[in-house]
């Protein structure tokens, strides 16, 4: 199983500020999904592929990296970005999340 | 546009059974691999397995074998998941999430509160 090790677990940003998440993944993985998740509602796809927005994404938001180490970068944190964010590999099943990343406006 | 409508809370009492039903709308059902995602109170997300709704092929995460049973009818468009032998473990919310390769759409949640 690849476990998927997200950081922080959490992390406070004033609007303006640059925000990076990252997820280490205990094995290489090909790609890299995120998914957004505000309380109470569902997940989102928010980046797949590694890199590439999905639909309705604001270009703020952007996603990088290769085999072991991906991240999440917000360039400009607003108030609308607060939210968990979970990391995803689908490489080999079972397909495992990590641990989540709470982003709160500061 | 694509939907994916669940049913409502369930209660189920230890040792019992629930099932849960997500129907598909917008889009060819037997196209895309239906998902299940479990989340406890407070907690992340965690893959429970996925169904191929068009040859009824499963694949399940080791913990969850004896735990949940994807199905789905193709005739209604609706997949479904049944936890049996219920715990308070087992008291989560339950998503199904639809994949081509990433989990694109997702239905609201269903929660299982398990409550003797």
């Known amino acids: 199983e690849i476990v998927l090790t997200q950081s922080p677990t959490t992390i406070a940003a004033s609007p303006g500020e640059k925000v990076t998440i990252t997820c280490r993944a205990s094995s290489s993985v090909s790609y890299m999904y995120w998914y957004q998740q505000k309380s109470g509602a569902s997940p989102k796809l928010w980046i797949y592929?590694?890199?590439k927005l999905a639909s309705g994404v604001p270009n703020r938001f952007s996603g990088s990296g290769s085999g072991t180490s991906y991240s999440l970068t917000i360039n400009t944190m607003e108030t609308e970005d607060a939210a968990t964010y979970y990391c995803?590999?689908?490489?080999?099943?079972?397909?495992?999340f990590g641990s989540g990343t709470k982003l709160e406006i500061k | 546009e694509v939907q994916l409508q669940q049913s409502g809370p369930e209660v189920g009492r230890p040792g019992s059974s629930v099932k849960i039903s997500c129907k598909a709308s917008?889009?060819?059902?037997?196209?895309?691999?239906m998902n299940w995602v479990k989340q406890s109170p407070g907690q992340g997300l965690e893959w429970i397995g996925w169904?191929?709704?068009?040859?009824?092929?499963?694949d399940y995460a080791e913990k969850f074998k004896k735990k949940a049973t994807l199905t789905a009818d193709t005739s209604s468009s609706t997949a479904y998941i049944q936890l049996s032998s219920l715990t308070s473990e087992d008291t989560a919310t339950y998503f199904c999430?639809?994949?081509?390769?990433?989990?694109?759409?997702w239905g609201q949640g269903v929660m299982v509160t398990v409550s003797s």
């Open positions: 169904i191929d709704p068009e040859y009824g092929s499963t």
């Open positions: 999430a639809r994949s081509g390769a990433p989990f694109d759409y």
């Open positions: 917008g889009y060819t059902f037997t196209d895309y691999v």
């Open positions: 592929d590694t890199s």
């Open positions: 995803q590999q689908w490489s080999s099943t079972p397909l495992t």
